[in-house]
């Protein structure tokens, strides 16, 4: 089946495009919203604009589509994404990255169901720390570009998921409420590499900014 | 063979709806230390029936619909004495089995469903997660839990069948562990 994956360049949407590949969907095309409101309820936002040169480094075509990021405005655009992604691709079915967000997951049912498309979420309810373990075991270098909850702070932004990183969120987890994997919104990832990537990529250029437990990590990557 | 391994029956066309309709049941399962194994309807044997004693029919995706016109496969429901519980497409192939028949109706995202009577450990008000475009209507062997004119939940009256048109794996998990913890 032809498939478009909808692609933010972070672990879960990388791992969701792992699975497809796997199980032998033909990946057409990505989706990637750019939201220009940095606080979008569907959307990831730091660094987005890397999908390009993962989008290169997958040798996958890529459709980024703009969004002002107003809550239920921007699913217009998404459809709008998927629309052109059906008529330019042919794609039959979309795959999503939603783990845990019946918000997110729902509200793309909708739109794929009302478009005549299949609608695969091959991550959901999966447990956290399985998530995370299952990037390392496959080998993913992922980094933090965004962070958005007590107590993570700027000293974790650019940090690796690696099994030091598996710990330390467990600490938070139990002590915090923290989300492992970031479902709840605490931080946002971006993949530097993973198995299908050409090459690795590099961050060759950082700008951080925020404050409190608030910090975003925009990255030029090489 | 161990008589407690609970079966859990696949209906997904799509090898990547596994994931997300049959494996979070499995986790479940494997969370309590449950015994289990997985077959796809398809290739679903007597024996593996025979070496089971409790049954999950899982759903599957709103466009995924190819098990319907495989209902017949499925008549060994009304022959077994097996305890089952069939979730989303897996209650409308009860339903089917049973002589009801398939409605049109879209709900997708959470909505509020009352449960009249106790219902493997729900009562009351629940907020509950639907996908689905279709849903069946019962025959009167059955009594229903929840839901009027699109029934909810159901049991069979005579026989330990259960059937959700929810998806209890995303928020009512315990409904789940009610059914394999019943003697």
Excluded at chain 1, 46 to 55: D, E, H, M
Excluded at chain 1, 89 to 107: D, F, K, L, M, P
């Amino acid at each position: 089946m032809k498939v478009a994956v909808l692609f933010t360049g972070g672990k879960d949407s990388c791992l969701a495009l792992l699975y497809a590949k796997k199980l032998g969907y033909d990946v057409r095309c990505l989706i990637t919203l750019h939201s220009r409101n940095l606080y979008s309820y569907m959307f990831h936002t730091p660094s987005i604009l890397q999908v390009k040169k993962q989008a290169e480094v997958l040798e996958i075509p890529l459709i980024i589509q703009k969004t002002e990021g107003k809550k239920e405005n921007e699913l217009k655009d998404l459809e709008k994404a998927i629309k052109k992604a059906r008529e330019k691709y042919g794609v039959e079915g979309i795959v999503t990255g939603a783990v845990e967000s019946v918000y997110q997951a729902s509200r793309i049912q909708k739109i794929c169901n009302k478009l005549g498309l299949e609608c695969f979420n091959p991550l959901w309810l999966k447990n956290q720390i399985e998530l995370l373990e299952e990037l390392i075991k496959n080998k993913f270098e992922v980094v933090l570009t965004g962070v958005f909850a007590y107590p993570l702070n700027k000293e974790w932004l650019g940090r690796k998921i690696n099994r030091e990183f598996i710990k330390e969120v467990k600490i938070l987890e139990d002590k915090y409420k923290i989300n492992p994997a970031g479902e709840g919104g605490e931080f946002e990832s971006l993949v530097l590499n993973m198995p299908l990537f050409k090459r690795k990529l590099k961050v060759v250029e950082r700008k951080i900014s925020g404050r409190g437990n608030e910090w975003r990590m925009e990255v030029e990557l090489e | 063979m161990n008589k407690k391994e609970i079966l859990i029956i696949d209906i997904c066309k799509e090898k990547l709806h596994y994931f997300e309709f049959v494996k979070p049941i499995e986790d479940i399962l494997r969370k309590e230390k449950k015994r289990y194994f997985v077959k796809h309807y398809r290739d679903l044997t007597t024996k593996d029936l025979e070496k089971t004693e409790k049954i999950i029919i899982c759903g599957t995706s709103l466009r995924d619909n190819e098990f319907l016109k495989d209902v017949e496969r499925f008549k060994w429901i009304k022959k077994t004495d097996k305890k089952i519980l069939g979730i989303c497409g897996g209650m409308q192939i009860i339903g089917l089995v049973y002589g009801g028949k398939l409605k049109r109706k879209t709900e997708i995202g959470f909505f509020k469903e009352n449960f009249k009577k106790k219902f493997l450990g729900l009562f009351g008000d629940e907020e509950v997660y639907h996908l689905h475009n279709n849903y069946v209507s019962f025959s009167r062997e059955f009594e229903i839990f929840a839901g009027n004119k699109i029934v909810g939940a159901v049991k069979h009256k005579k026989r330990e069948i259960y059937a959700v048109l929810f998806h209890p794996e995303v928020r009512q998990k315990d409904l789940i562990k009610n059914f394999y913890l019943m003697i």
